[in-house]
């Protein structure tokens, strides 16, 4: 099984900044990408920054130029480095990790964390 575990949410005031980590365990062979989606209430799950085993990117619209989605492939970590910060910006954010299993060939499953709090107010 996959873990992952994030960190680095709180509590900011608008315009700030933050950064979150997501670090990610178990039994996998490869991380073929990792990214970041955040989810407020009663709306969809949404993608917010994304980034592949190469190195490519892809950032939601309405954090472009804001946010950067960062990953150290030898940590099994991945980064998300918030500036600017907007009200907004208040969600829910959850990693994801898409893995190459190390049990059944070739398959490629997603794995969730457990969500971190992100709240932006004055």
């Known amino acids: 099984q996959v873990q992952l575990v994030e960190s680095g949410g709180g509590l900011v005031q608008p315009g700030g900044s933050l950064r979150l980590s997501c670090t990610t365990s178990g039994s996998f062979i490869s991380i073929n990408g990792m990214g970041w989606y955040r989810q407020a209430p009663g709306k969809e799950r949404e993608l917010v920054a994304r980034v592949t085993d190469g190195g490519s990117t892809n950032y939601a619209d309405s954090v472009k130029g804001r946010f950067f989605i960062s990953r150290d492939n030898a940590k099994n970590t991945v980064y998300l480095q918030m500036s600017s910060l907007k009200p907004e910006d208040t969600d829910v954010y959850y990693c994801?990790?898409?893995?190459?299993?190390?049990?059944?060939?070739?398959?490629?499953?997603?794995?969730w964390g457990q969500g971190t709090q992100v709240t932006v107010s004055s």
């Open positions: 994801n990790a898409r893995v190459l299993s190390r049990s059944v060939l070739s398959a490629q499953y997603e794995y």
